[in-house]
Structure formats: C-alpha cells, structure tokens
C-alpha cells in the first residue's frame, strides 16, 4: 500500500504561484508513474499533468508552460509548480501513483493510489 498525503495549496491571486507536494510513505515512489489530477464542483477529476518512473513528464495542453511536475524519489515526494495561475485553476488537486504501463498515465482510472485532495482557490 501507498500513502499519499497533498499539501500546499490555498488562495491565490491570479497570477500567482502554488507549489503542490506530494509526501508517500508506505512504498516507494521509484516504481510508480505518478499524476496530479483535478476535480472542480460538479465535474469529473480531470488529468493536470503526470512523470513517468523515468522522468518523463506529460501535461494537459492548458498548463503547458505554467506547470511543471517533478519527482525526487529520494525524498519520496512528486511536486507541481503552478505558475501564472489563473481563476480556472480553482479546482482540489489530488496526487495519484499508478503502476500501470506509461501509455495510460493521463487516464485517472488506471491510478492505484490517491491522496485526499488540496484545495487550490484563485482570485481574479
């Protein structure tokens, strides 16, 4: 088993920077593609961008360029750099890990993990 625990987020001004971090325990990360995903009120958890067990980063086209993922497998922790945030970020981010094959990395139903969800507000 593997636990996720998400920290970071809060309110923000719209043009403003979070960073997410996502702490494991229970089992290493290294064997793990791992995601942040978001789920907004009255919508489905949606993909926000995901690295691959050999650093290998994927993005939802509407973060390219303000987000970046990254992971140090030391530390056991993925993190996700938000910058130039914007009002339609406002969503919970959750921190998945998946042990499932690279090709399905944006798809939220192949994640074995999950961590509880951090609230990231932004103001316009």
């Known amino acids: 088993q593997v636990q996720l625990v998400e920290s970071g987020g809060g309110l923000v001004q719209a043009g403003g920077s979070l960073r997410l971090s996502c702490a494991a325990s229970g089992r290493t990360l290294r064997n793990y593609n791992m995601g942040w995903f978001l789920q907004a009120p009255g919508k489905e958890r949606e993909f926000v961008a995901a690295?691959?067990?050999?650093?290998?980063?994927f993005y939802r086209d509407s973060v390219k360029g303000r987000f970046t993922i990254s992971r140090d497998n030391a530390k056991n922790a993925v993190y996700l750099q938000m910058d130039s945030l914007k009002p339609e970020d406002t969503a919970v981010y959750y921190c998945a890990g998946s042990s499932a094959v690279l090709s399905s990395i944006r798809m939220a139903n192949m994640y074995n993990y999950w961590g509880q969800g951090t609230q990231v507000t932004v103001s316009s």
């Open positions: 690295i691959g067990r050999s650093g290998g980063t």
